[in-house]
């Protein structure tokens, strides 16, 4: 098993570098890690009173890694989820914040447990979330994989800026499906065939 510092330094790695991406809500990013994360933070790193792109830009890839770990791993206890679980809800917290817990959260309700959906894990969602992997050890790993890849597609389908994300120039998978199966059994990965179909109405 991966130790966590490992699992973010791929994190990291699979983000890449400085980009300040119009169409990205998250503003200018730097390693994953973006401006309005560093403002909530106060990582002025220049000094000059504001954080601003250029901080981003002065942002290192350690200090990232510690950002990751402190505030989207340790912070939020994904580290008390079952270990199997814990580089999927984490991978996407740092892609999507609270809405990684969100649908963690909506997949425990899917499964019938009485848990609030509000993006915290506390002592409900947390007990529900190891109960729910005991009785099906080999399926929540791939169900929250699902749900995530679905979460993406629905975001695609409701803000046509955000297409690009989800499916390349080519026709094929964008980064954002290419992320969540990442984590999913490749027997659930979609066909080349059944992801044209599932976009064939975006155009």
């Known amino acids: 098993m991966q130790t966590i510092r ?11 570098g400085y980009v300040n991406d119009p169409d990205d809500p998250g503003g200018a990013t ?13 990582l002025d790193l ?34 008390e ?6 580089a999927s809800v984490y991978d996407m917290y740092v892609n999507a ?16 447990f009485g848990v609030s959906v509000d993006g915290m894990l506390g002592p409900q969602s947390l007990g529900a979330a190891r109960a729910a992997f005991e009785a099906a050890p080999g399926h929540m790993v791939d169900a929250y994989g699902i749900a995530r890849r679905n979460y993406y597609f629905r975001l695609a389908e409701r803000r046509s ?6 499916r390349s120039r080519s026709g094929g998978k964008g980064g954002w499906i290419k992320r969540a199966e990442e984590f999913i059994s490749p027997q659930f990965h979609l066909s080349h065939d059944q992801f044209k179909q599932r976009t064939a109405s975006w155009g």
């Open 30 to 42: 730097n390693f994953g890690v973006t401006i309005h994360t560093m403002r909530r933070l106060g």
């Open 46 to 79: 220049n000094k000059d009173g504001a954080v601003t792109s250029k901080d981003v830009r002065l942002l290192t890839r350690s200090q990232a890694v510690d950002i990751f770990i402190k505030h989207y791993f340790e912070r939020p206890l994904i580290a």
């Open 6 to 16: 490992q699992i973010t330094d791929h994190i990291v790695h699979r983000e890449g």
């Open 81 to 86: 989820l079952p270990e199997a679980l814990q």
């Open 97 to 112: 914040g609270a809405n990684a817990v969100k649908l963690l959260q909506q997949l425990l309700r899917e499964m019938k």
């Open 161 to 166: 800026a955000s297409r690009k994300y989800a």
